[in-house]
């Protein structure tokens, strides 16, 4: 949602810059990427995956420092345990979505090889997966989470209890980074200038108005899913270096990886950095 937000509210191209959004698969993203046909992409898990194996990416700004999708499971289901046996579906195996789906079950005592995980590579397509009986459950962010909740659709689980992932922010190569940064500072700036906004209470009941009109929701609907999905944004695109740590430790362990990282690793925090001093000035 920043992004669309902060496009509409014109935060980008008073940096100079007019992103094109487009919905991919977080691995497809991530390959297109590092093939330069992207410049940027705001899947965080994926990435970290590709930068943990090798690619030459790194994390540039954080829109979450947490997660803030639940898991959400067809009506009869009342309990996590419930789905031993049955389909979950998730974006992708190795993005922050399927890992938090491997983390939520495990957390609740259950091996994850005795479900069985569905990447259906958007958010969409999970969602009717879901409502259509394909699946037993899915992850979720808000607003869907409530208008599914308002649907009977029962809430199992919430993300940020067993996974310590950033899903949302913005990756750049780091070849791009090198030889246009001008590109992603004007980009960063224009994500800084949405998330004040977005954190400045004056602003709350606009923000809520854009939530019901994008995504065709009642006011009340939009407004529980504002204040769900705003305990998971970053107030000036960081995110905790403990935070972090505890972040690779769970990419590591889930990969198989033994080599060990650092926050350094994944991030390239300069151009934020110039960006936070450039607005306090």
Do not use: C, W
């Amino acid at each position: 949602m920043p992004y669309y937000f902060g496009k509409d509210k014109g935060f980008f191209a008073a940096e100079q810059i007019e992103p094109q959004l487009i919905v991919m698969a977080p691995p497809t993203a991530i390959a297109a990427l590092v093939a330069g046909e992207l410049d940027f992409s705001a899947t965080l898990g994926a990435a970290t995956s590709a930068i943990m194996r090798g690619l030459p990416l790194k994390r540039v700004f954080y829109v979450q420092h947490d997660p803030s999708h639940a898991l959400i499971a067809q009506p009869e289901i009342k309990s996590v345990q419930e789905l031993i046996g049955k389909v979950i579906a998730v974006t992708a195996l190795t993005d922050a979505v399927g890992m938090s789906a491997a983390l939520v079950l495990k957390g609740n005592g259950i091996d994850p090889g005795r479900v069985t995980l569905l990447a259906t590579q958007v958010t969409d397509n999970a969602y009717k997966a879901l409502t259509s009986r394909r699946v037993a459950a899915t992850l979720m962010a808000p607003p869907y989470i409530e208008e599914l909740e308002a649907k009977g659709y029962r809430r199992l689980a919430e993300a940020r209890t067993y996974a310590p992932l950033s899903f949302i922010g913005l990756v750049a190569s780091t070849d791009s980074l090198t030889k246009d940064p001008t590109k992603a500072y004007g980009l960063i700036a224009g994500l800084h200038r949405t998330l004040v906004y977005l954190h400045n209470p004056t602003n709350r009941h606009e923000v809520i108005q854009y939530i019901a009109g994008f995504h065709k929701i009642d006011l009340p609907l939009a407004e529980k899913a504002f204040a769900t999905q705003m305990q998971s944004y970053s107030k000036d695109g960081t995110k905790p270096r403990a935070a972090v740590e505890r972040e690779i430790d769970v990419y590591r362990d889930t990969l198989k990886i033994v080599k060990p990282f650092t926050p350094d690793d994944l991030e390239d925090m300069s151009l934020l950095r110039k960006v936070q001093r450039a607005a306090k000035g």
